[in-house]
């Protein structure tokens, strides 16, 4: 069975940076659809970028586009999302999830596994 974990969160300051990690276990990478989501204090869980498999299909929120860069690794099964430009609405926890490689979206409810989480604060 497929496991994520996520790592590379921190604190930073307006305009830094940070990239995120996402390893993955149990399962060839290359079969399945990975997306990155993000839940702040009191608020849902909002999509911020996935990928395909082959890494040939991105997609981000209007919110993080410009931004944020979605990329994978198969080989070493990971995948990562570097954050520039950071904002303090970035401020959340953020997680990987995957899917079996049928679809490609930023609707939660499509993602069958999930990591822990790994928070993200973003203040000066």
């Known amino acids: 069975q497929l496991q994520l974990v996520e790592s590379g969160g921190g604190l930073v300051q307006p305009g830094g940076s940070l990239r995120l990690s996402c390893a993955a276990s149990?399962?060839?990478?290359?079969?399945?659809?990975i997306g990155w989501f993000r839940q702040a204090p009191g608020k849902g869980r909002e999509g911020v970028s996935c990928?395909?498999?082959?890494?040939?299909?991105?997609t981000y929120a209007d919110s993080v586009k410009g931004r944020f860069t979605i990329s994978r690794d198969n080989a070493k099964a990971t995948v990562y999302l570097q954050m520039n430009s950071l904002k303090p609405e970035d401020t959340a926890v953020y997680y990987c999830?995957?899917?079996?490689?049928?679809?490609?979206?930023?609707?939660?409810?499509?993602?069958?596994?999930w990591g822990q989480g790994t928070q993200v604060t973003v203040s000066s």
């Open positions: 999830a995957a899917v079996h490689a049928y679809t490609s979206n930023l609707f939660a409810g499509n993602y069958r596994y």
């Open positions: 149990g399962a060839p990478l290359g079969y399945y659809t």
């Open positions: 990928i395909g498999s082959s890494g040939g299909s991105t």
